[in-house]
């Protein structure tokens, strides 16, 4: 018993940085109908701002953790903006195809950017927030699980506010639902796009540094297997979804966990992915992909 | 006017034919290396590196193999699979190197021997461990023991030493090394009436573990065997430790890394792992050895790679002192005949399977420090 939540804990907390990632890729799926694949090395630009950021601020305290995770969401909020404003602007109305060529062309240049300007070697992730363990009886729960799993769902329940009680997330839903009529009515098109980029950037970020607190190995190539789990977690859930992002990320998580602890472990990933491959037979949209569902 | 003109030619013919022969005498032989200088294992790489350029260095300032300078030709196989094949095939073909030398890692070795053997150019692996890669063909050496040897050694370690009964094993599935390791440590671990009651895998580049570190704790076994590379193992005891696992985890030379020590910390205190060499020995060679290292390095301690590269070296300026050219076939023949040649890492012998025997030091690493443990000679 004490095994099963253990495994239950560890697969929340690696299903919650899944689910922050995959908040990215069915934000702008939702409003611009295409995958961001370059939202991955996003992430991985996340951890290495944080990685330098945490250099210069006191290990080991609440508040230099959250100054590591703010500078860290706000830049990449920014890289966001500009890789849409300069790669995929220029695009808007062209086919699918050459967006998509286009966002793997842009994951390409951050991967190997990354390797001239961090360098390729992996490097150590300076722990920022205080670490401890907790035990519940036999069952130990280490302070870093806690911040991934309590900073991913507050993230997620802000952006819940974000899309569905404020102007911009009106606007935002107003574009995922019919762009042409959204500017019809006057909502600027330019700005939401913008918005959804940075946001989701963000949140890439976010899990970015939340990942190397927990695993403090970075390297310019890290984003590329968490980004197409996070990836797979979206289309699980429904792609264009948002808490179906969030539950395709923590049942991924989880399931990836529960098999790596049993005797199967050498297939954690094939056995991860023919699930996918079930659900998707089933629920061909994904376990929450209804029309009925507001998309974003 | 005719004789001085006809005489000045004459000497200028002479003279550019003398210096075309010293020329000639003094043509450098080309050595080739493939390592990974950059990615996950760039400390493998870099610290074996460091050893081979030292090696060339002393060599050239002491005049050189046969009057003939050592040039050296050096491709880097970022950590990718792949690319050593890529990499040595243009070592031969351009460079047109008489001799390999690599590499640490025995997966990337594997890829790389069979276009070395197909060439006929003689390869020295500094430290590929696994039995396999000097198996590919005649052309194919090592400077180092093989993992039968380490897995014994850790095998008997954690029986005597650790006297642990119930082990684990965390192996990587994408690695020949590992995987070869695993197996050689549980033949002998379990003939020696040692129970493994717990065997978990886990891929290249994994970074969460704690599923199956969970595993292992609730099947309550009193050591961990991790026969992986350093990134990997540093994340495994870390993760273990968040967890509240507190026995000994113990690995081989693939550990050898100061990127170990800087992920793993303090949760690597009372974990233990084979390797080839420590710079702690008091051999006044190895003194002298990690003196002229730390010289030429700025101060960087020689790692184990670090002395098998630089051995490497050595042993095949020997076989082609000994051989009198750097004919291919020539060459393998008397890299086959090494024998007693003293280097710092160990006396090196060539056996009939183109191995080395040597012996394995055992390292305690404590508070951010890897301590030299005991010796196990073969």
Request: charged share 15%; with cysteine; glycine share 10%.
């Amino acid at each position: 018993m004490t095994e099963f939540l253990q495994q239950l804990l560890n697969g929340l907390s690696l299903g919650a940085i899944y689910a922050l990632i995959a908040l990215g890729y069915t934000m702008v799926y939702g409003v611009l109908r295409f995958i961001n694949f370059a939202h991955s090395d996003v992430f991985m630009v996340g951890s290495f701002i944080g990685y330098y950021v945490g250099h210069h601020v006191p290990e080991n305290t609440v508040w230099g953790g959250l100054v590591v995770l703010f500078v860290a969401m706000a830049g990449c909020a920014l890289l966001g903006m500009i890789i849409e404003r300069l790669a995929y602007r220029p695009l808007r109305g062209a086919a699918t195809l050459n967006v998509l060529i286009t966002a793997i062309g842009v994951s390409l240049l951050l991967e190997y950017s990354g390797q001239v300007f961090f360098g390729a070697t992996p490097r150590t992730f300076p722990s920022v927030f205080p670490s401890t363990n907790f035990t519940l009886g036999t069952l130990v729960i280490s302070s870093n699980q806690v911040v991934v799993i309590a900073v991913a769902t507050l993230l997620m329940v802000v952006l819940e506010l974000i899309v569905f009680r404020t102007k911009i997330g009106t606007a935002m839903r107003a574009v995922s639902l019919n762009p042409k009529a959204a500017q019809l009515v006057g909502v600027n098109i330019d700005v939401v796009i913008s918005f959804t980029f940075g946001l989701g950037s963000a949140l890439a970020a976010a899990g970015g540094v939340l990942y190397a607190l927990n695993y403090p190995s970075i390297d310019p190539l890290m984003g590329v297997m968490p980004g197409l789990k996070a990836f797979v977690a979206a289309v699980l859930g429904g792609i264009g979804n948002i808490p179906g992002a969030a539950l395709g990320g923590l049942l991924l998580g989880t399931v990836e966990t529960f098999v790596n602890g049993s005797q199967w472990s050498t297939y954690k990933d094939a056995i991860a992915f023919a699930i996918l491959i079930i659900i998707l037979l089933f629920r061909p949209a994904g376990l929450l992909g209804k029309a009925s569902v507001e998309k974003v | 006017m005719k004789t001085p003109a006809l005489l000045l030619a004459l000497v200028a013919c002479t003279l550019s034919l003398s210096n075309g022969l010293a020329a000639r005498a003094a043509e450098p032989i080309k050595l080739g290396e493939y390592a990974s200088l950059t990615g996950k294992e760039a400390g493998f790489g870099q610290t074996s590196h460091h050893g081979v350029v030292l090696a060339l260095e002393e060599i050239n300032a002491a005049g050189g193999v046969l009057g003939r300078p050592l040039e050296l030709a050096f491709e880097d196989n970022q950590t990718k699979p792949g690319e050593s094949a890529t990499v040595v095939k243009k070592l031969i073909s351009r460079d047109k190197v008489v001799a390999l030398i690599g590499e640490v890692s025995s997966g990337r070795s594997l890829e790389a021997a069979p276009i070395a053997q197909a060439a006929h150019i003689p390869m020295v692996a500094p430290a590929a461990t696994n039995p396999k890669v000097t198996q590919t063909g005649s052309y194919i050496f090592r400077v180092c023991f093989i993992d039968p040897f380490q897995g014994t050694v850790m095998a008997k370690f954690a029986k005597n030493d650790l006297k642990a009964k119930k082990v684990a094993i965390l192996s990587s599935v994408s690695n020949a090394y590992s995987l070869g390791l695993a197996k050689f440590f549980k033949e002998t671990f379990t003939a020696g009436g040692g129970e493994v009651t717990e065997e978990k895998n886990f891929s290249e580049g994994d970074k969460d573990f704690r599923a199956q570190l969970t595993a292992v704790k609730s099947a309550g076994v009193d050591a961990v065997f991790v026969p992986g590379y350093y990134t990997e193992s540093a994340l495994i005891v870390r993760q273990a430790r968040d967890l509240g696992i507190t026995i000994p985890f113990f690995g081989g030379d693939g550990w050898e890394d100061e990127q170990l020590l800087k992920i793993g910390g303090e949760a690597l205190n009372g974990c233990y792992y084979s390797t080839h060499f420590s710079a702690e020995n008091t051999d006044p060679i190895v003194a002298q050895f990690a003196a002229k290292y730390k010289a030429r390095w700025n101060g960087e301690v020689p790692g184990a790679f670090s002395a098998l590269g630089y051995d490497a070296v050595y042993v095949i300026a020997d076989a082609i002192k000994r051989a009198g050219g750097t004919d291919g076939p020539k060459l393998r023949d008397a890299l086959a005949a090494t024998k007693d040649f003293p280097g710092v890492s160990g006396v090196t012998t060539i056996d009939k399977d183109r191995n080395a025997s040597k012996a394995a030091t055992i390292i305690a690493l404590k508070d951010g420090k890897a301590l030299f443990f005991k010796t196990v000679a073969p």
